[in-house]
């Protein structure tokens, strides 16, 4: 092994958030099934949060279908995102860089703990229920409403 002379060493000291800012943004994405109506009707909220701290990025409601992932991908791209985490659903695997995805249930520990908490808040998420939406209007409305002041701290 060779030693290295003091003089030959450069060292750069810059802030967390410098670094952070430097490296990119790693994101956890996922999709969460719920309905309306019916079984037979679902819908899905595809979402993204930041991997370091849990914030809310982006949220899009639909089938779980590659043209929604695609809307959520858009929302995404002023935030520079460099890593995605994912389950590995097909949309994730056709549309994402592989050099910048990572499928496995280690890194989205985060985002599958917000849905259990937004199962436990929002009874219209819950599988077994007699509460559901009848319309896609007002189940997209509630829960959208709820992520906007819980999440982003909107007043609405």
Known sequence: MKHLHPEHVEVEICRADELAQRRGLASELDEMWSYV?????????????????GTVLAYVFGRRKDAFFLQLQALLEPFGITRYYTDGWGAYERHIDPAQHEVGKEHTQKIESKHINLRTRIKRLVRRTICFSKTATMHDLVIGLFINRYEFGLLI
């Open 37 to 53: 109506g019916k079984k037979a009707e679902p819908r899905w909220l595809w979402h993204a949060i930041d991997h370091a701290n």
